[in-house]
T-cell receptor
């Protein structure tokens, strides 16, 4: 059974600081997504990582994928309050042409002014 | 604005009721998904449809019955639910095509309360 674990589960950080969220998974996969979820809301796609060594950046967030280590990271640079949300990585496994997407445990980020 | 529309937004039902959740997308996606999310937990996969055929059933109890009438619509029929089934039910869709699978696009969800 695929396990997708994130750490930390909860992160409280001050504005302006940097931090990294880690996503480890237990099976072979070369595709991973990052999502953001605000309280009571749905999930918003942030990044699509398609191969080993992939790196994507959008604003203060940068995501990377190391398929050999089965590890993805989401790096936050100079955090601002608007980034407060829960972040999920999601590992993709394929079978018969469709994708099975398994979500990580989630990291709740709180950015303190 | 989400391109995946779910109705209703909220639903309260008794354990003997029968109700349905509806999901619609017009992005031309040929894969559709149902996820269940409990508070403070990640979404859990329930069902996957590809080309209107059920491809994955994650050992979901039979009181949940999915239906995909056409490529744009996905329903989840509910019957004899238990209070522990109360959760946010999320519908999603994605393109298909091997390496060109797209990320999942989620609807806003239906918040279900079973009394």
């Amino acid at each position: 059974e695929l396990k997708v674990e994130q750490n930390p589960l909860f992160l409280s950080m001050q504005e302006g600081k940097n931090y990294t969220i880690y996503c480890n998974y237990s099976t072979t996969s070369d595709r991973l997504y990052w999502y953001r979820q605000d309280p009571g809301k749905s999930l918003e796609s942030l990044f699509v990582l398609l191969s080993n060594g992939a790196v994507k950046q959008e604003g203060r967030l940068m995501a990377s994928l190391d398929t050999k280590a089965r590890l993805s990271t989401l790096h936050i640079t100079a955090a601002v309050h608007d980034l407060s949300a829960t972040y999920f990585c999601a590992v993709v496994t394929n079978s018969g042409g469709y994708q099975k997407v398994t979500f990580g445990t989630g990291t709740k980020l709180q950015v303190i002014p | 604005d989400t391109e995946v529309t779910q109705t209703p937004k909220h639903l309260v039902m008794g354990m003997t009721n029968k109700k349905s959740l509806k999901c619609e997308q017009h992005m031309g996606h040929r894969a559709m998904y149902w996820y269940k999310q409990k508070a403070k937990k990640p979404p859990e996969l329930m069902f996957v449809y590809s080309y209107e055929k059920l491809s994955i059933n994650e050992s979901v109890p039979s009181r949940f019955s999915p239906e995909c009438p056409n490529s744009s619509l996905l329903n989840l029929h509910l019957h004899a639910l238990q209070p522990e089934d109360s959760a946010l039910y999320l519908c999603a869709s994605s393109q298909l095509g091997g390496r060109y699978n797209s990320p999942l696009h989620f609807g806003n969800g239906t918040r279900l309360t079973v009394t």
